[in-house]
């Protein structure tokens, strides 16, 4: 398994932005696709976005889309998840995950499920006030 870790979070104003990322290391990155879940107290790991293992296929949640933009750095080892726009609801731990990948492609019906992704950081808190 590849070891996750994760960072950039904190503590914004409602209306701005942070750039997470997760660095990985112990197995080839190029062969992960990766994603971004997160998850509030008590409730489900929600899915955020995914990107495929070159970077060129994302999907995205629909609470998402048009504010955050996923994207990788293969030679960095490195995922990142660009958040602007942000909202309140917004506050949760931000999780990465990785899943080996025989496609170069995100497929919906599988990255949302956080079921499907065998690797996982530890989390960074993003919490956002109006």
């Known amino acids: 398994q590849v070891t996750l870790v994760e960072s950039g979070g904190g503590l914004v104003q409602a209306g701005g932005s942070l750039r997470l990322s997760c660095a990985a290391s112990?197995?080839?990155?190029?062969?992960?696709?990766m994603a971004w879940f997160r998850q509030v107290s008590g409730m489900d790991r929600q899915f955020v976005a995914a990107?495929?293992?070159?970077?060129?296929?994302?999907y995205y949640a629909d609470s998402v889309k048009g504010r955050f933009t996923i994207s990788r750095e293969n030679a960095k080892n490195t995922v990142y998840l660009q958040m602007s726009s942000l909202k309140p609801e917004d506050t949760a731990t931000y999780y990465c995950?990785?899943?080996?990948?025989?496609?170069?492609?995100?497929?919906?019906?599988?990255?949302?499920?956080?079921?499907?992704?065998?690797?996982w950081g530890q989390g960074t808190q993003v919490t956002v006030s109006s």
């Open positions: 995950a990785a899943q080996v990948a025989g496609r170069d492609s995100v497929d919906p019906r599988t990255h949302v499920n956080p079921r499907a992704f065998t690797s």
């Open positions: 112990g197995r080839p990155f190029d062969r992960y696709s």
């Open positions: 990107t495929s293992r070159s970077g060129g296929s994302t």
